[in-house]
């Protein structure tokens, strides 16, 4: 169902208040251009979520998708983890 190489990205959603939109949250480790020390860097994504099935918490997997609008080009591709409730 893939075409192409997409970008794929996991994260932890933390906003569900849109509608079939989730903003998801990813981490990277980085070092430290100067001093080398590995820091975290957070990027969040808009996410497209047809069926309102994430919550928060939940461990996803985002791929790179058309916009379709403004600020949103990822969809969910799949949920690795529930959050616990």
Same mark, same amino acid.
């Given at each position: 169902?893939?075409?192409?190489?997409?970008?794929?990205?996991?994260?932890?959603?933390?906003?569900?208040?849109?509608?079939?939109? *989730?903003?998801?949250?990813?981490? %990277?480790?980085?070092?430290?251009? =100067?001093?080398?020390? $590995?820091?975290?860097?957070? @990027? &969040?994504?808009?996410?497209?979520?047809?069926?309102?099935?994430?919550?928060?918490?939940?461990? *996803?997997?985002?791929?790179?998708? %058309?916009?379709?609008?403004?600020? =949103?080009?990822?969809? $969910?591709?799949?949920?690795? @983890? &529930?959050?616990?409730?």
């Amino acid at each position: 169902m893939e075409r192409g190489n997409r970008k794929s990205r996991i994260g932890v959603v933390v906003s569900n208040k849109m509608a079939k939109t *989730v903003v998801v949250k990813v981490e %990277r480790r980085v070092a430290d251009p =100067k001093y080398g020390k $590995i820091v975290k860097r957070a @990027e &969040k994504y808009k996410a497209h979520d047809e069926n309102n099935a994430c919550q928060i918490g939940d461990k *996803v997997r985002i791929v790179e998708t %058309r916009p379709m609008s403004k600020d =949103k080009r990822w969809r $969910i591709a799949e949920t690795l @983890e &529930k959050a616990e409730v």
